[in-house]
T-cell receptor, first 115, second 112 residues
Framework: GAVVSQHPSRVICKSGTSVKIECRSLDFQATTMFWYRQFPKQSLMLMATSNEGSKATYEQGVEKDKFLINHASLTLSTLTVTSAHPEDSSFYIC???????????FGEGSRLTVL | SQQGEEDPQALSIQEGENATMNCSYKTSINNLQWYRQNSGRGLVHLILIRSNEREKHSGRLRVTLDTSKKSSSLLITASRAADTASYFCATDARLGRRALTFGSGTRLQVQP
């Protein structure tokens, strides 16, 4: 079946550094991908909608200059957390909508820990 | 608020008992989906119910949908310790953003 791959699954970084997380649709094309953030014991909150070939759409309260999203191809979206701080430590999950069927698939998530 | 509400927030039961979780949402939907998440892991898709459906079964899972009340329930019958996880409902809205909107979740603990 369709698979969405996220990499890395875990990353630990120092405060002030930038971290890039990749989201790939492995056997389907996705013009739209979504990035969610999940803090411990909380639900998933949508951060932004990533649109292939155009600018991402950010949810209210999400800083676009801090969370850079690039969706340069129909199978890859990247989220870069710039100048990460401990409060950015979270579980980041992407999802991709199959261009052909409209179905949504989720990646396995990436756990970011900022020291 | 972006999220729908789920209740209970936490549920602890004994193996063999049934577990019922409820979800309420705010917008008109195309479908509603239930997901499971083990601690620290990704989401596992359990079941999707379309807006024109009222009930759906999958193994030990039974989902109901009442669009007039904007609510859904997930019933897990004959629970097992391995069912221990967090359960989230998620709505695919008819209008607006095309992402799923997640409920607040229910943490289920099944005691062996």
């Amino acid at each position: 079946g369709a698979v969405v791959s996220q990499h890395p699954s875990r990353v630990i970084c120092k405060s002030g550094t930038s971290v890039k997380i990749e989201c790939r649709s492995l056997d389907f094309q996705a013009t739209t991908m979504f990035w969610y953030r999940q803090f411990p014991k909380q639900s998933l909150m949508l951060m932004a909608t990533s649109n292939e070939g155009s600018k991402a759409t950010y949810e209210q309260g999400v800083e676009k200059d801090k969370f850079l999203i690039n969706h340069a191809s129909l199978t890859l979206s990247t989220l870069t957390v710039t100048s990460a701080h401990p409060e950015d430590s979270s579980f980041y999950i992407c999802s991709a909508r199959d261009l052909g069927t409209g179905e949504l698939f989720f990646g396995e998530g990436s756990r970011l820990t900022v020291l | 608020s972006q999220q729908g509400e789920e209740d209970p927030q936490a549920l602890s039961i004994q193996e063999g008992e049934n577990a019922t979780m409820n979800c309420s949402y705010k917008t008109s939907i195309n479908n509603l989906q239930w997901y499971r998440q083990n601690s620290g892991r990704g989401l596992v898709h359990l079941i999707l119910i379309r807006s024109n459906e009222r009930e759906k079964h999958s193994g030990r899972l039974r989902v109901t949908l009442d669009t007039s009340k904007k609510s859904s329930s997930l019933l897990i019958t004959a629970s097992r310790a391995a069912d221990t996880a967090s359960y989230f409902c998620a709505t695919d809205a008819r209008l607006g953003r095309r992402a799923l909107t997640f409920g607040s979740g229910t943490r289920l603990q099944v005691q062996p």
